[in-house]
């Protein structure tokens, strides 16, 4: 049973545009909604949270978007860089296992 | 401060030796999961260490095991390797008390099995 489902597996967009990556989940236990982002050669670094109790998180130009009815959020990159381009992966948590639950990444191209 | 460091960093195996891979987490870091990453099923969950511990398991065979030292350092094995083990192994440390604490990757240890 695949707890989270990560759309789409691939994007390209145009340097400025924005970049939309989604992520559905199962398990109503989770209660922290990470992003991680990863470039090719290296581990997967986290990028942004969120906590259920806010529906939106901006840090910069990347925010969270969380819609706990519909077991949802996204990430949105504003005015994305080719500099973004990397593998993208949603992973929430919940607090009994303290191991996130990682969806199958999307990878992301910025053209300049 | 430092960060995860992986060794090694690159390595090349034959079907039916074993390997060990070895991580040293962030400095304060007691928890150490590992996960292996492949193209095709993405980022999958070994196991997690906490204060010398196994605390937590994914759906792996008994060949993958790992153990954790007084220091926190890890290592993990596989025996009997198989072809279907080439992989991206990474190692993540994190202070492992609660939910939400920053995971911290290293560059993982990139493994050929021929």
């Known amino acids: 049973q695949q707890q989270v489902k990560q759309s789409p597996q691939s994007l390209i967009v145009q340097k400025g545009g924005i970049s939309i990556i989604n992520c559905a989940y199962e398990?109503?236990?989770?209660?922290?909604f990470p992003w991680y982002q990863q470039f090719p050669g290296k581990g997967p670094a986290l990028l942004i949270a969120?906590?259920?109790?806010?529906s939106e998180k901006k840090e910069g130009r990347f925010t969270i978007s969380f819609n706990k009815s519909a077991k949802q959020f996204s990430l949105h990159i504003m005015d994305s860089q080719p500099g973004d381009s990397a593998t993208y992966f949603c992973?929430?948590?919940?607090?009994?296992?303290?191991?996130?639950?990682f969806g199958r990444g999307t990878s992301l191209i910025v053209h300049p | 401060k430092a960060g995860v460091t992986q060794t090694p960093r690159y390595l090349i195996k034959t079907r039916g030796q074993q390997v060990t891979l070895s991580c040293s987490p962030i400095?304060?870091?007691?928890?150490v999961s590992w996960y292996q990453q492949t193209p095709g099923q993405g980022l999958q969950f070994l196991f997690e260490?906490?204060?010398?511990?196994?605390?937590n398991k994914g759906n792996f065979p008994g060949r993958f095991s790992g153990r954790q030292f007084s220091n926190s350092r890890s290592e993990m094995n596989v025996s009997t390797l198989e072809l279907g083990d080439s992989a991206l192994y990474l190692c993540?440390?994190?202070?492992?008390?609660?939910?939400?604490?920053?995971?911290?990757f290293g560059e993982g240890s990139w493994l050929t099995v021929v």
């Open positions: 993540a440390s994190s202070l492992g008390d609660s939910s939400g604490n920053t995971i911290y």
């Open positions: 398990n109503t236990a989770f209660d922290y």
């Open positions: 969120i906590r259920p109790d806010v």
């Open positions: 992973a929430p948590e919940s607090g009994g296992s303290y191991i996130p639950t």
């Open positions: 400095s304060g870091h007691r928890s």
């Open positions: 260490y906490f204060s010398e511990t196994q605390r």
